[in-house]
């Protein structure tokens, strides 16, 4: 805990002479870029290190610059942003608004190329993005959107969870093109760069992705909120389509001969069909627990009256004794 907020605290405010370095890096690093654009060789292998290098500390010069105004400093202060550093259910449920942004816009942009393209295959691939929105938004929908109670809120991340699993067999039915289209081959990619510098960034996003998914998933089965559980077991979901996503990738931009093609006719389909149901089985599973739990705490009606009696015995009792002591 000490140790997680000095690092909060030095990212908050860090010395100034490292926020200079970082400045004199990005101006080098991006006039670097620059000069690769007017001499024509931007688009070069070679440059895509230069470019991304740029990137990194453009963005960190400008917070760097953010934290010597005391931007973060200030905002630290904020209830809300206390509210996201001191609460891992927080912090889970902004990733997951992140996530449902970024698929979002995915779905735009790919329903837009598709159709410039004429390409079945990006169309697959938005139809999958839709029903990857889909889980996350019916947590948001149904136990964090509207007003209610305090007493409901065990109730709403219930059915927010019940919900969950309805989206995710969805989910597991909507990924099955996605398979079939890989195992007929007609899955294609443009790459702005090459192949291999591409397939190697996205083995490393996904690796990581995949391992945060799985230590998530673990930690939030410990805590009590179901719609909490509900959002991880989205998060690994998706991670596992991407990382059969990954192995189709590999196989088929890095074979080298008849064997690695044999491979991945045997390989995909059997990966696929895995992954297909384990997302299947967690759907099922949340269904038919987040039924279970519903009907045990919610109460029906004859309870709801057995427990009424007492109380109209209490007031009756409480009436009578009244009486007697006016008499």
Known sequence: MKNRDGLIKFLIKPPIWLCAIIWVLGAVSLGGTITL??????????AVP???????????SIYALLTVIGVP???KERPRVKQFFSSYNTRAFVYAAGSILFNGCYVVFGIIIANLEHSP???????????????????????????????????????????CGIALILLAIAVIPVIRMTMEDKNSYNYFISAIVYVNAIALYTFVKFGIA?????????QDDMSLIA????????????????????IKELEVGDTVSSLGSTLNPAFGAAVVIIILS???????????KLRSVSPSDADISVAAEPCEETDNSE?????????
């Open 37 to 46: 654009y007017y001499l024509g060789l931007w688009l070069e292998l070679w």
């Open 50 to 60: 230069v470019h991304i290098v740029a990137l990194v500390f453009f963005i960190l």
């Open 73 to 75: 400093e200030r905002a």
């Open 121 to 163: 295959w990006l169309g697959v691939l938005v139809g999958y993005h839709i029903f990857l929105v889909l889980p996350r938004a019916v947590i948001f929908v149904t136990a964090k959107i509207g007003k209610g109670a305090e007493a409901h809120t065990q109730d709403r991340q219930l059915r927010a969870y019940e919900y």
């Open 214 to 222: 799985v230590y998530n998933f673990k930690k939030a089965h410990r």
């Open 231 to 250: 959002v991880k077991n989205v998060s690994l979901a998706d991670a596992l389509i991407s990382v059969f996503t990954l192995q189709v990738m590999m």
């Open 282 to 292: 967690i759907g099922l599973y949340m269904l038919i627990n987040g039924y279970k």
């Open 319 to 327: 009436t009578e004794s009244s009486a007697d002591e006016n008499t």
